[in-house]
Every structure is written in structure tokens, then in C-alpha cells.
């Protein structure tokens, strides 16, 4: 796509940077109420240090002290965050920020997801004609990939991730963000079916400016 990209370069299960900080925990928590339609849990959903997967405890994130905490965010999230930021504050006023993540087909025990890309936004906005989320989608389903909006998580939720945490900044300078996720076994598995969406991906947004 020739655009710069914003990466972490260490594992979620130290630092989530897709979930809000310890002090919005409560409030994102009280938020989102339910689980949505992927059936993800509230606790997975907002904190940054994850305390269990798939029923097992996650040893590195137990008993953490506010120092470490506020080491980890000093020396991880914010950075992230703060880059994202930078980014976007120097970019074009009609750039767009694009959000890509994975998801396991299956997540702590429950059923297998079918669905293979998710395309993150809010409907009554995002779908209108023109807008990007509305054009991939279209291009997305003529290459018969299996796409639903807003699963296998919802954003409509409020459920704390990157799209929501950044978006009020990128709305009240008239920029377009989406976030799309994809199934992490057909990336590894499918040679074919990731050239296909990432040919869907590039004939979206190449060239926009």
C-alpha cells in the first residue's frame, strides 16, 4: 500500500495495546455489558494485561504491582499509542487510519468461527455508499470470502479496542478509519485465499490519499 505502518514488536499476553489502560477498564467494562456476537469476554475484552486464556492463568500478568503496571504501559502501551497519534496528526487531512488484526477460529472453548474476515464499524455510517468499509465488503464478497460486519467483534459494543480509542480524534478531523480482522488459520494455511483478500485489500485503499 506504500503507507507507514505502527507495530508492536513484543507478545499480547505482556501488553495488549489494543485494549484500554488499567484506569478505562471500568468504564469500557460497564460499556459493553455483553459479549457480543464473537461471544468474547468482558474481562479478555478490556485490560491490557490479560489474566487467563483458553482456562489457563497467564503467570506473567498475575498479581501485578502498580509499578509494574505502570512500567509496562510507560514502556509499551503509551509509546504505541503515542506514535499511532503522531502519526495520524501528520498525515494528509483526507488520510484514513487502517486497523488490521487476526483472530483464532476457535477462542476459549467455544464454537469454531466460521466466518473468515470481519470488518469493523459502525453500519449506518461506515456501509454508505463510497465509504471504504462499504467498498471492501463489496469486493470482499465478489471474491466469495466469507465477510461479516462487525464479527467476530463488535465495535458498536464500545468494547475498547484500537478503532474505538482513536476514533473520536479521527472523526473530529474528517478522517475515515475501519478495522478488519481476519481469521488467523486460513493466513497461515491458504496461500490462496490471502492473496485473494489482500488483493481486495490493496484494490480498496491503494492510491487513497
Not at 505502527?6 to 477498564?25: G, I, W
Not at 503522531?86 to 483472530?103: D, I, K, N, W
Request: charged letters at 20%; hydrophobic letters at 35%.
Amino acid at each position: 500500500l506504500g503507507c507507514p505502518a505502527v507495530l508492536t514488536r513484543y507478545s499480547r499476553l505482556f501488553c495488549d495495546c489494543n485494549r484500554p489502560p488499567p484506569a478505562a477498564k471500568k468504564a469500557a467494562a460497564s460499556g459493553s455489558g455483553n459479549q457480543g456476537q464473537g461471544g468474547a469476554s468482558a474481562a479478555y475484552l478490556t485490560s491490557p494485561f490479560c489474566q487467563e486464556a483458553e482456562g489457563q492463568p497467564i503467570v506473567l500478568n498475575s498479581s501485578l504491582s502498580d509499578a509494574e503496571v505502570e512500567k509496562r504501559l510507560a514502556g509499551a502501551w503509551r509509546p504505541y499509542h503515542n506514535a499511532l497519534v503522531g502519526l495520524v496528526e501528520a498525515s494528509p487531512g483526507r488520510s484514513f487510519l487502517l486497523s488490521l488484526h487476526s483472530y483464532t477460529r476457535v477462542f476459549e472453548q467455544q464454537p469454531p468461527r466460521a466466518v473468515e474476515v470481519g470488518i469493523l464499524c459502525w453500519p449506518e455510517r461506515d456501509l454508505l455508499p463510497g465509504k471504504p468499509a462499504s467498498r471492501l465488503l463489496a469486493l470482499l464478497e465478489a471474491a466469495g470470502v466469507d465477510v461479516r460486519i462487525n464479527e467476530p467483534y463488535s465495535l458498536v459494543l464500545g468494547d475498547g479496542s484500537l478503532y474505538s480509542t482513536h476514533a473520536p480524534q479521527l472523526e473530529s478531523d474528517g478522517r475515515e478509519n475501519i478495522t478488519v480482522e481476519l481469521r488467523q488459520d486460513k493466513i497461515d494455511d491458504d496461500p490462496e485465499w490471502r492473496a485473494k483478500v489482500v488483493g481486495c485489500i490493496v484494490e480498496c485503499f491503494q492510491g487513497a490519499t
